[in-house]
């Protein structure tokens, strides 16, 4: 199992660029999600999944789109990139009735 | 919604000495509470993690402490070692999946 897979590792985008971060699992878990990093502030939810058709937004969802058209891929849109999007961005996935978050490698993002 | 405080911000300690990280919540349906470590450049990773029937869960050097009365949880690593150095994060959940994080401890464990 390749478990939580994400790309690109790193990306340099210019303001107002659009992008798209990649993310699949090859679990069958239902739940996914994406998480932002930023320096002393921990990890946020931007967005979630618990299931394939069905999103939700998390703490910090502004500039960022999301959708689930199956169970194993969970891609993270830009639509119009900002300097305040230069951040680590992890997905994170998980099975139905289960605890543990298994996350991704990282996608590291700068805006300039 | 959910809010974790996680205190200290850093900890410095002598390599064999103890170290605790506290954290606090805001919602009494919270029901789960892990720890995860993450080291420079890497992803997170669940170390322990602690139900809210349990008070007490031990791991070897690590255990976490829960008071659902005070809302409040924390982590003890015991004879420290040099590669306990680490970002260390706990984090609240309620419902399933959406687990919010508190601010992370950075750990320096001195040899």
């Known amino acids: 199992n390749a478990g939580v897979t994400q790309t690109p590792k790193f990306q340099v985008l210019k303001t107002g660029q659009s992008m798209t971060l990649q993310c699949a699992q090859d679990?069958?878990?239902?739940?996914m999600s994406w998480y932002r990093q930023d320096p002393g502030m921990g990890l946020r939810l931007i967005h979630y999944?618990?299931?394939?058709?069905?999103?939700d937004q998390g703490e910090v969802p502004n500039g960022y789109n999301v959708s689930r058209s199956t169970t194993e891929d969970f891609p993270l849109r830009l639509l119009s990139a900002a300097p305040s999007q230069t951040s680590v961005y992890f997905c994170a996935s998980m099975a139905a009735g289960a605890n543990v978050l298994t996350f991704g490698a990282g996608s590291r993002l700068t805006v300039l | 919604g959910e809010n974790v405080e996680q205190h200290p911000s850093t900890l410095s300690v002598q390599e064999g000495d103890s170290a605790v990280i506290k954290c606090t919540y805001s919602?009494?349906?919270?029901?789960?509470f892990p720890w995860y470590k993450q080291e420079l450049g890497k992803r997170p990773q669940l170390i322990i993690d602690?139900?809210?029937?349990?008070g007490e869960k031990k791991d070897q050097r690590i255990a976490v402490t829960l008071n659902k009365t005070a809302k409040h949880f924390s982590l003890h690593i015991t004879e420290t070692q040099p590669e306990d150095s680490a970002v260390y994060f706990c984090?609240?959940?309620?419902?399933?999946?959406?687990?919010?994080f508190g601010d992370g401890t950075t750990l320096t464990v001195k040899p």
């Open positions: 984090a609240a959940r309620a419902n399933a999946g959406k687990s919010t």
């Open positions: 602690i139900r809210s029937n349990v």
């Open positions: 679990m069958n878990h239902e739940y």
């Open positions: 919602d009494s349906a919270s029901n789960y």
């Open positions: 999944s618990v299931g394939a058709g069905i999103t």
